[in-house]
């Protein structure tokens, strides 16, 4: 992915797809994934989301994977834990008992890494990639995950023409051109949303279509 992009965002702060507290549709949705309260969840592109947080609070074990070493390291900060290190094939991996945080390229892992994972959580990966990007990001997540895994997925639909991303427009027939070949798409819901970054009202985009799909990887 544009490792040089993402890295400088971080470095200079400018996080405006970070949410500030938990998502609502996350708190929402959950138990449509029907997992057991252990059941360990793997979170992709993690940054320092609060999400993380939650799916702790609620008994998963998480599992993270983040490319900026300062997302990593913030994120344990703020929440005043004290997270041990260990290297981990191509991962210096950070743990604090109830989130696994591996930093480095998402690209990297390996099905052993989340091999006990059930459940997934989506609100910022895929939106973060270009079209160019996606289909290699979920080619590579479809061949680690295991077998069962449910995820549930937010995307934004919007006139790309408008505003470049990220968050990009990925729209019902990506999602399925993208899953459907070796998943199950199950659309939830879709809504209207004015929860964008400033610079999107900059260039007329004021609102956009939040949709949430529960996806479970074929056996």
């Not at 999400?51 to 490319?67: F, I, K, S, Y």
Request: net charge negative.
């Amino acid at each position: 992915m544009r490792a040089k992009f993402w890295l400088e965002r971080w470095q200079k702060n400018e996080i405006a797809f970070h949410q500030a507290e938990h998502n609502q549709l996350l708190k929402e949705f959950w138990p449509c994934m029907g997992l057991g309260p252990d059941d360990p969840v793997f979170v992709p592109l993690c940054g320092k989301s609060l999400d993380m947080r939650w799916l702790a609070a609620a008994g998963h074990p998480v599992v993270g994977v983040e490319l900026a070493q300062i997302a990593v390291e913030t994120f344990f900060a703020e929440a005043r834990r004290c997270a041990e290190q260990s290297v981990v094939d191509r991962f210096v991996c950070h743990e604090d008992g109830s989130v696994k945080i591996f930093h480095g390229d998402f690209f990297d892992l390996t099905a052993p890494l989340v091999a006990d994972i059930r459940g997934l959580f989506d609100r910022g990966a895929l939106v973060a990639l270009p079209p160019d990007m996606r289909f290699r990001y979920v080619d590579h997540l479809l061949r680690i995950i295991p077998d069962g895994t449910r995820q549930l997925l937010l995307t934004f639909e919007y006139d790309q023409d408008r505003v470049p991303g990220p968050p990009h427009a990925v729209h019902p027939d990506e999602v399925e051109a993208l899953f459907g070949a070796r998943c199950s798409v199950d659309l939830l819901e879709s809504i209207i949303t004015s929860n964008l970054p400033p610079r999107f009202a900059e260039h007329g985009v004021r609102q956009a279509v939040e949709s949430v799909y529960l996806i479970e990887k074929r056996e």
